[in-house]
T-cell receptor, first 111, second 118 residues
């Protein structure tokens, strides 16, 4: 079973920031937090990952709490094309077989 | 051109038939994976391979087999398809990134194969 808990769905207005939460209270010291998204029925797409520091790239920002038990993915200016299912995954960095996808959060960006 | 391709993209078959799904990649990655996705659920790992001749079972390998013919090719077979194997199947690849401040390995997914077993 997945090691993360996410809300099943969220809405966001176009142009506003989308903040997607994830709880991972049993995360181990060497486990990273990864985020992927799946648009419609396409293959999942990597977004961002982090260990304990906040991270930012061209797609999103990742905020990890100090105790590492939860995190938030931030899409700073959501567009209609960001409508997708977002998956939060925790796993060791080199143990690539252990990619456990939960049900994710279905984000709907509305005009 | 797509880096990870899957064939066929759609397949309808009957119970008891043997089915092969194929995956090819041009990314030069050593690691390849097969996942299935059922409606409303996340992906579950079927098999994975870290190199040619290396095959490992994933979370739900029963009823499936795989073949890693070359670094670039990884095939999934259903020896005798059954209706509850109706699902969306994804192939993925990855490689290790050593030497960076934080080693990680992003997975790259193919477009998926929609399989229906009647």
């Amino acid at each position: 079973d997945a090691k993360t808990t996410q809300p099943p769905s969220m809405d966001c207005a176009e142009g506003r920031a989308a903040n997607l939460p994830c709880n991972h209270s049993t995360i181990s010291g060497n486990e990273y937090v990864y985020w992927y998204r799946q648009i419609h029925s396409q293959g999942p797409q990597y977004i961002i990952h982090g260990l304990k520091n906040n991270e930012t790239n061209e797609m999103a920002s990742l905020i990890i709490t100090e105790d590492r038990k939860s995190s938030t993915l931030i899409l700073p200016h959501a567009t209609l094309r960001d409508t997708a299912v977002y998956y939060c995954i925790v796993r060791p960095p080199l143990n690539n077989n252990d990619m456990r996808f939960g049900a994710g959060t279905r984000l709907t960006v509305k005009p | 051109d797509a880096d990870v391709t899957q064939t066929p993209r759609n397949r309808i078959t009957k119970t008891g038939k043997r089915i092969m799904l194929e995956c090819s990649q041009t990314k030069g990655h050593d690691r390849m994976y097969w996942y299935r996705q059922d409606p409303g659920l996340g992906l579950r790992l079927i098999y994975y391979s870290f190199d040619v001749k290396d095959i490992n079972k994933g979370e739900i390998s029963d009823g499936y087999s795989v073949s890693r013919q070359a670094q670039a090719k990884f095939s999934l077979s259903l020896e005798s398809a059954i209706p509850n194997q109706t699902a969306l199947y994804f192939c993925a690849t990855s490689d290790l990134h050593f030497g960076s401040p934080k080693s990680y390995n992003e997975q790259f997914f193919g477009p998926g194969t929609r399989l229906t077993v009647l």
